[in-house]
């Protein structure tokens, strides 16, 4: 079993490395499994096997944050080699990410987890899934479409620094719902609203990445919070880090007994 999130972290990876071949790879066998949708150019989500050990798409759903980071690759590898098929492609994503897989809720832009959820009253979004670097890079590529890109990093911004506020820890939840006027509202139980997880962790990761490749204030403020979270779990502990926890609720408390820092 695979992920499009998995696919389009290993082209990353690869444009990284400076390896052509193995990106071009990578980059054919998800087109091939993954990118048939007919609504749209976005990928699928998961590629598997059914109750029969046939190898087929195990959901055929769309996952937004696998297609900014798959986007984004082409984007970097585009970058590394020169070759215009990958922005090309890249446009292709971009165009359908912000048709299909964003909202403008109150003049709000939300990226939404996968497609289905369109028109809807309220949404479940993972705030994980936005990437601020990423969508400066489609601004700057697909300027056509500049505006909405730069207008969603600053709303994007906006989303994690007023999660963070409503927390006494500045801790971002896994999964918020947000209703159609753009504001988070009481989620459903066990949905992910009270935990900052294994999604939510992907967060500094992001705008590390943000900050580094864009010197975004933004983004060290937003990480400066996070850091003093962590910070503080490794003076409770005196600087063990095998207490810094891998479930936290959004105040702070341990939800588990291990770690997976």
């Keep these: 079993t695979t992920t499009s999130s998995n696919q389009a972290i290993t082209m990353q990876m ?5 390896d052509q071949a193995a990106f071009d790879g990578v980059w054919q066998w998800t087109k091939d499994h993954f990118q048939n949708r007919v609504q749209d150019k976005l990928l ?93 890079q489609f601004a700057k590529y697909y300027p056509k479409n500049a505006k909405f890109w730069n207008q969603a990093i600053k709303d994007y911004y906006k989303f994690i620094t007023e999660l ?13 719902t947000i209703n159609s006027a753009g504001r988070v509202i009481q989620s459903p139980p066990n949905t992910g609203a ?40 490794l003076q409770l502990s005196k600087g063990n880090s095998d207490t810094v ?3 936290y609720s959004i105040n702070g408390k341990p939800l588990v007994d291990f770690e997976d820092v």
């Design 164 to 176: 963070q506020a409503s927390s006494k820890e500045n801790l971002v939840p896994d999964w918020v």
């Design 14 to 18: 690869a444009a990284a490395e400076d």
């Design 44 to 136: 699928s989500s998961e590629w598997g096997v059914d109750d029969k050990n046939k190898e087929i798409l195990t959901d055929t759903n769309t996952t937004s944050y696998a297609n900014v980071q798959a986007a984004l690759g082409l984007i970097e590898a585009y970058e590394k080699w020169g070759d215009k098929k990958y922005l090309s492609q890249a446009k292709i994503l971009i165009s359908d990410i912000q048709i299909h897989e964003t909202r403008t809720l109150n003049n709000r832009i939300v990226l939404l987890p996968f497609t289905t959820q369109l028109n809807a009253p309220s949404y479940a979004v993972n705030p994980s899934y936005g990437d601020p670097y990423a969508y400066k």
């Design 194 to 233: 009270e935990s900052f997880g294994y999604e939510a962790y992907r967060i500094p990761q992001i705008l590390s990445r943000a900050y580094q490749n864009s010197n975004d204030e933004q983004a060290f403020t937003i990480l400066t919070k996070f850091s003093e979270f962590y910070q503080k779990q």
């Design 245 to 247: 926890y891998a479930v």
